[in-house]
C-alpha cells in the first residue's frame, strides 16, 4: 500500500473551523472518486472528531488542532486528527454509546457516530496531553 497524496492541516478548536476541515479533507479526499455517500460518511466522522476537540479537548481555551490526511493506492484514506488538550482519562469508557464526560444534553455518541461510518477508528490518548484519533475509510465506489 502506497501513499498517493499527503495533506496537513492545523486550525484553532474554534467551532467555525469544523466545517472548514470538513470539506478541506472531503475535498481532498475527492481524488480517488468517491461516491457521494462515501464522502458524506466521511464528513460526518470527520466532523465528530473535530467537534470532540473543540468541545473536550480544550474546554476552557483555544488549543490547536493537527489534521493529517493520507490517501493510498489501494483507496484507503486515513484521517489523523491530534489535538494537545487535556487528554482522555478513560477511552474505554469514552467510546460507551450515551457516554459523555459533561453530561447534561450531550448525547455521547461521538465515537460511536465515527465508529459506523468508517472502517476502523483508532483513540490513543493521554491525560494532559493530548488525543490522537485515526480515522480509515476505504473508497469503493470510485464515483459509481
Not at 48 to 69: D, F, L, M, W
Not at 77 to 96: F, L, N, S, T
Amino acid at each position: 500500500m502506497n501513499i498517493l497524496n499527503e495533506m496537513r492541516l492545523t486550525v484553532d478548536s474554534r467551532s467555525v473551523n469544523e466545517s472548514y476541515v470538513r470539506v478541506a479533507v472531503s475535498a481532498f479526499a475527492a481524488q480517488l472518486d468517491p461516491t457521494v455517500e462515501e464522502i458524506s460518511d466521511l464528513k460526518t466522522a470527520l466532523s465528530e472528531a473535530v467537534t470532540n476537540c473543540i468541545v473536550h479537548a480544550y474546554p476552557e481555551s483555544v488549543g490547536r488542532i493537527h489534521i493529517i490526511t493520507q490517501l493510498f493506492d489501494s483507496g484507503l484514506v486515513r484521517v489523523k486528527i491530534r489535538d494537545r488538550g487535556c487528554g482522555i482519562p478513560d477511552v474505554k469508557q469514552a467510546r460507551e454509546p450515551l457516554w459523555s464526560s459533561l453530561g447534561g444534553e450531550r448525547a455521547g455518541l461521538g465515537f460511536a457516530v465515527m465508529e459506523s461510518f468508517c472502517d476502523k477508528i483508532r483513540v490513543y490518548s493521554n491525560a494532559g496531553r493530548g488525543t490522537v484519533i485515526t480515522l480509515e475509510k476505504t473508497i469503493q465506489g470510485r464515483g459509481q
